[in-house]
T-cell receptor
């Protein structure tokens, strides 16, 4: 069963505009972590932001914020003030359990192209 | 640069040959992971080490694949008798296991730039 679902088609966003990338997840665990990674064409997976299942506040890191809705099992990434360098694939990932299960389950990614 | 480094970045090999990839994790990280990513997909977990011990292997890791981390520092991933279906990017990642709970930022997993494999 798919644990992470990212279904948006490729997105074009105007420079300086905000963009929201959808991610829904499936787990029966109470403790889990949610991650967003950026993958530019060079291939490197760049860590952007993390949200723990027990965190009461939505995570923020600079221009990145995570809209965490636990009851709906969604963890959408918001990129504010888009820049040309934000053009990349964006992956949502989940790690289940406390410290035992160390594997990340990834979605299929969202393609973002920022246009000037 | 103190991030995760991988070598080689690109490898083209003939079917049936053996290939080996090397990963150097972030120096203080005790956990090291290997993932595989094919075109249009997210990375898929292959295996992970805590220090020198290989603690988990995915069913994706066939008998032709072997990973080692002999001194708990760098790791190698070897693929024997390569097949065209092995063509993918092999990503290494590392993390520092600081303790239980998902609220520990130190458990964040950092990836390298990947090693692209093309089997012809």
């Amino acid at each position: 069963a798919q644990k992470i679902t990212q279904t948006q088609p490729g997105m074009f966003v105007q420079e300086k505009e905000a963009v929201t990338l959808d991610c829904t997840y499936d787990t029966s665990d109470q403790s889990y972590g949610l991650f967003w990674y950026k993958q530019p064409s060079s291939g490197e997976m760049i860590f952007l932001i993390y949200q723990g299942s027990y965190d009461e506040q939505n995570a923020t890191e600079g221009r990145y914020s995570l809209n965490f809705q636990k009851a709906r099992k969604s963890a959408n990434l918001v990129i504010s003030a888009s820049q040309l360098g934000d053009s990349a694939m964006y992956f949502c990932a989940m790690r289940e359990g406390l410290n035992g299960n160390n594997r990340l389950a990834f979605g299929k990614g969202n393609q973002v192209v920022v246009i000037p | 640069d103190t991030g995760v480094s991988q070598d080689p970045r690109h490898k083209i090999t003939k079917r049936g040959q053996n290939v080996t990839f090397r990963c150097d994790p972030i120096s203080e990280h005790n956990r090291l992971y290997w993932y595989r990513q094919t075109l249009g997909q997210g990375p898929e977990f292959l295996t992970y080490f805590q220090n020198e011990a290989q603690l988990e292997k995915s069913r994706l890791l066939s008998d032709r694949f072997s990973a080692e981390r002999p001194k708990g520092s760098f790791s190698t991933l070897e693929i024997q008798r390569t097949e065209q279906g092995d063509s993918a990017m092999y990503l290494c990642a590392s993390s520092l296991a600081m303790g239980p709970g998902t609220g520990f930022p130190g458990n964040t997993i950092y990836f390298g730039e990947g090693s692209w494999l093309t089997v012809v």
